[in-house]
């Protein structure tokens, strides 16, 4: 669970600042990391539960913790964004 910010930090170092430049050549495997990754923290706790190999409630559990992350880490994205100013002013009011 703590390696889940990994793909986005992957991500976010591999693309472009610019729209108009091609892709950088590390993008796909950050896609691949990514997809790994939140397949580990969503899927596999699904399937576990489906298949009572654990219990419905450690499933919730490890999911609840994942999705805090996930929205701890759009936050913080929304944060960076409203200091740089990359926000419009009508979304702020």
């Not at 699904?46 to 999705?67: E, F, P, R």
Request: net charge negative; charged share 10%; with cysteine.
């Amino acid at each position: 669970m703590l390696l889940t910010p990994v793909p986005m930090l992957i991500i976010n170092t591999c693309s472009p600042a610019d729209a108009f430049s091609e892709r950088p050549a590390g993008m796909h495997w950050a896609e691949f990391l990514s997809a790994f990754f939140f397949t580990g923290c969503f899927a596999i706790p699904i399937l576990l539960a489906l298949t009572d190999a654990i219990q419905w409630g450690a499933a919730l559990t490890s999911l609840a913790g994942t999705l805090t992350l996930c929205a701890l880490c759009c936050v913080g994205l929304y944060q960076k964004a409203k200091e740089s100013g990359m926000l419009g002013d009508s979304l702020l009011t």
